[in-house]
């Protein structure tokens, strides 16, 4: 048997810093179909799986793929999916299946240029506002944007614990430069991983209520199989899990798979703060774009202008309150993205007219240089 953690200093790219990082969260089933530029997350599970007691299936579509992990996760298995633009449009109605039925599972989107088969090599951050709302109805989401090879191996650590805390299905939106850029990652021993797992069904099995929510909001999770009274269904469902086509069920089933997340975001949402204590402009940005906007604030603080950062580590949910805070003291936002303004959107709403807000960005096939943001700066001052 393989280690499931291969401890150590490596030269990895994105995709297989990703793919280790699952396998040292305990991700033990893995169905994807290959599609640049997340292929190679693919192909490393493909192998790394059978040595650690894991299953690796090559599904016949991305629809199959989302479904063949939600089952393996009511199963009792870690479970995890990757894919890109074209294939993220095909997950999402098993997508809302598993934010319905309150399924742990962990999907991958690799972006590249869109819409369609667009830039099927080249980087985006076009999928961010597909992300939120891509599937039908009224839901929360969780999703994460790494920076770094190193960030996405401990990201995808993260995205697990999070959805087996909450039940639910985590996104870990990367961008192609990042899964094909290739650094050092140093992966820890399995002792200093700190792993969680989703609340476990307790008592008797003929009165237990599959979605009656914990303490937290969360409620306690039955594996098929284990004897205890499981109903899976997208239909609207009552605590039992069975179809109640009411309008009273739809509130109750709405507020219990939102409430969840609202209730717990100071526990969810992360940023990293640089350089923003006296900055007047706040540069806002994720993923590689907050590379290019780390270099962007040294540079203008270097020609005497005050810019800080706000990366976003999760975008969603959408860390309102902070930008809302920031929005008191600094002069503008500047967000740094590469798309056309999906996440500058929201920092308009959140900024609420006290602060003017700015987009440096375009639609995706090459990343956003320092000197581009550094420009949009300067012809602020």
């Not at 479970?79 to 742990?104: D, V």
Request: charged share 20%; with cysteine.
């Amino acid at each position: 048997m393989e280690p499931a953690v291969l401890t150590g200093e490596h030269f990895l790219n994105g995709d297989v810093a990703c793919a280790e990082g699952a396998l040292a969260a305990g991700c033990r089933f893995f169905a994807g179909y290959p599609i640049t530029p997340a292929t190679e997350i693919a192909e490393h599970m493909s192998k790394r799986l059978p040595g650690v007691g894991g299953v690796f299936i090559q599904m016949e579509d991305e629809i199959s793929a989302m479904a063949a992990i939600i089952g393996a996760s009511c199963a009792g298995v870690k479970s995890m999916t990757a894919t890109s633009g074209p294939g993220f449009s095909l997950m999402m109605e098993n997508i809302g299946l598993g934010i319905a039925m309150e399924t742990p599972c962990v999907l991958v989107n690799v972006q590249r240029a869109g819409p369609s088969t667009g830039l099927p090599t080249l980087g985006a951050q076009g999928d961010m506002m597909q992300a939120r709302w891509g599937s039908h109805g009224h839901y929360e989401i969780i999703a994460l944007s790494p920076c770094s090879p190193q960030e996405i191996f401990y990201q995808t650590i993260t995205a697990f614990n999070l959805s087996e805390t909450y039940r639910i299905p985590v996104l870990i939106m990367a961008d192609e430069i990042v899964g094909h850029l290739a650094e050092r990652v140093i992966i820890p021993q399995s002792s200093k991983i700190s792993l969680q797992s989703r609340p476990r069904a307790k008592g008797r099995k003929d009165r237990f209520k599959p979605f009656h929510p914990g303490a937290n909001g969360v409620a306690p999770m039955a594996h098929a199989g284990e004897g205890y009274m499981v109903h899976f269904t997208g239909l609207t469902h009552d605590e039992r899990g069975y179809p109640a086509m009411t309008a009273d069920a739809q509130a109750e089933m709405i507020e219990r798979i939102t409430g969840k997340i609202q209730r717990n975001l100071d526990k969810i949402i992360q940023v990293e703060r640089y350089r923003l204590e006296d900055a007047d402009i706040a540069l806002v940005s994720y993923g590689i774009s907050s590379r290019s906007s780390l270099a962007a604030v040294d540079e203008a603080r270097e020609r005497g202008v005050k810019a800080g950062l706000l990366r976003l580590i999760t975008v969603w949910p959408f860390p309102e309150q902070i930008v809302r805070e920031l929005a008191k003291r600094v002069k503008r936002f500047i967000t740094v993205e590469l798309n056309l303004g999906q996440i500058h959107l929201e920092v308009q709403r959140c900024a609420e007219g006290r602060a003017p807000c700015l987009l440096v960005g375009h639609a995706g096939g090459a990343v956003i240089t320092p000197e581009d943001i550094v420009k949009k700066i300067l012809e602020q001052t």
